[in-house]
Each structure stands twice: as structure tokens, then as C-alpha cells.
């Protein structure tokens, strides 16, 4: 009995050594390319309190104090960059009731002044109506240097921008303009102000070939197009009804597969990957576990940083710190922030209402 509860004292300290490692490896990267350890990354902005990719949302998550901003970049017709998640604009603007005719289009096929025309907020408040807001309704669509005014416009808080190119083969040439209203801006200057990152590695080796200097980050993911899974049934063909179940059992094929990512985001010139989560309470967000520790293990031996996406619950914080990544995208950079011991000095609804929120 007593040797058993030796044995497990060691195996606990030999874990908690391997953790201390892990973090001062993924430290040490980090200071490397001017990178805050561990990263608050604000997901689309502070995504669970205001619309995602909003005003409302970027100046919350700059004022609680994120290190970096999220967005996803896209161009409009007439070649503006603007922040817009989705590959359409139905569930995050009133596109239907506006241009019925063009509902289901790409951002692509709009104008800026088109989409300038959207309420990009009143679905917040129908969609989470206890984090509903008046002022929330006509909020609207926001260009790169929209955000980097935001960014740039508390001097006592001065995050940074994580950008990920969105669906880049829609857009070609997307990667050259970035640079130009980065470098126009001179948002190119400091190092680790500006993280790259995509699903798609030939639009990260383009960004790495347009920015050579600018850390960047491939997102991997269990599936079609990123790392190979165990078990070729989809989840179509499951015929489950949970997505965040039937993804939370889904491996990689081998640990050789998952390698070949890592040296695929190498070869594309990343200084990290952005692997998914499987979210203790699942969800829309909550994907296949690609952040168990020997895989950040396998990262960090290779010179990789880990940012894991999408987190946003003190339980799964808990999970992945102690797996060993490096940074955290969540909707909800507040609790993050209290979690890492940096609380913010008011509370979100004192910030939003100090926006006029
Ligand atoms: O960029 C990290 C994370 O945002 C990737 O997922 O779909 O939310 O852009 P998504
Ligand atoms: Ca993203």
C-alpha cells in the first residue's frame, strides 16, 4: 500500500516536472519572436459578451487587456480587407432582408459601402438575448484598419493582431495586400505584434514569403484537407447528432500523421500551430483533442509554439495549460485573464457601457 502511494507521489512529481518543461520550452519560443507565454488571443474579439468582429467586441477585449485580437480577413469586390468570419454573411448580418437576391453570396461579390449597409449586431441579440444590448443593433462590419485603429487607440493597452486568412483561395493576392496596409500602418515594425496564421498552408507560405520577419501559425484540424483521422467514417455518414461527441473520439491516424503537419507548418515557415480543442461541455466550437500532451510535446521538440482554439471554460483552461500549450483563443478573454492572475481592472459590462454599450 505504501509503496503504491510512493509510487504514484513519483509518477505525480515526474508529471509536474514534464509540465514545467513543457511550459519553459514553449516560454522561451515564445520570447523568441516577441510573443507574450501563455497568449490571450480575443477570438473574433470578446465574442461572448458583443458580436463577434465588432467594434463592441474588439474595444471590450482591447480594455480587458488581451495580448492579441483575432480576426479573419476577407476582401470585399472592390478589394478592401474587412474582418468577417463566415464564408457567407446569413448568420452574422440582416444580408437576407437587405439583398435577398445575394443572401447566400461570398463577401466577395459585395462592395465596402454594401456592407457598410448591413446590421452586423441584432443577431447577437436575438441569437443570446441575456447578453443582449440595444446599442448592439446596427453595429457594422469592420475593416483591417478599422481594427488597427482599435487597436492602436488605448495607449495603456496596446494588443496586438493575430489575422488569419480566410478561405484564401477565394481571394487571391490577399497575402500581398495585407502586408501593404500592415506595412503602411507600421504594424511590421515590432516584432510579435502581428501573428499569421491559416488553415491553408499555401497561403501561409505566401504570407511567409510576403513577411518573412511576421510569426505565423498553422491551424490544424481532424479532417478533410488537415490531419488525416483514424476512422474514415464522417460524421455525416455517423448518423450521430452531436458533432463535439462524435469529434471529441475522432484521432489522428498515427502520431507519423500528426508529425507530417508540424513539418508541413515548418516548411511553410510557422513558428507554431493552432490545434482544436475537444470542449468539456462541447458545443459548436469544441472539436477533436489536438492538444494532448504528447503532441505538445512533439511540437515543442520541434521549435513549435501551440495556441489552442477555442476556449473559453476554467475547466478546459485547466486541461490545456496543463497539457502543455502556449496560448489560449477564447471568446472570453475576461475569465482567461483572471485565470492567468492579469485581471482586468473593470468588469465587462463597465467597459461596454463606457463604449456606450
Ligand atoms: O483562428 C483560430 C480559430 O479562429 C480557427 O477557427 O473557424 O473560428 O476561425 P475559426
Ligand atoms: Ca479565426
Known sequence: MLAKGIYRLCGLALLTLAGLAEAGEGREL??????????VIAHRGASFDAPESTAAAYLLARDLGADYLELDLQRTRDGVLVAVHDDNLQRTSDVARRFPERKGSPVSAFSLAELKSLDAGSWFNQAYPERARAAFAGLRILTLDEVMDIAEGNPEKRPGLY??????????????DL???????????????????SFDRNSLALLHKEMPQVPKVLLLWLGKGSIEPASAQTFAESGETDKAAFYARQQPKSAAEFERWLDYAKAAGAIGTGPSAAL????AQSYADLVQPWMNRMSHDKGLLVH?????EKVDFDKVMAAGVDGIFTNRSGPLLRYFARPPAREEAQILAAHDY
Not at 163 to 176: D, N, R
Open 30 to 39: 515564445a520570447a523568441r519572436q516577441g510573443i507574450p507565454n501563455p497568449a
Open 308 to 312: 489552442v482554439y477555442t476556449v473559453d
Open 280 to 283: 468539456t461541455a462541447g458545443g
Open 163 to 176: 489575422i488569419e486568412t480566410k478561405v484564401p483561395s477565394l481571394f487571391p493576392g490577399i497575402e500581398a
Open 179 to 197: 502586408k501593404a496596409r500592415l506595412q503602411a500602418r507600421g504594424w511590421l515594425d515590432t516584432p510579435g505584434r502581428v501573428v499569421l496564421q
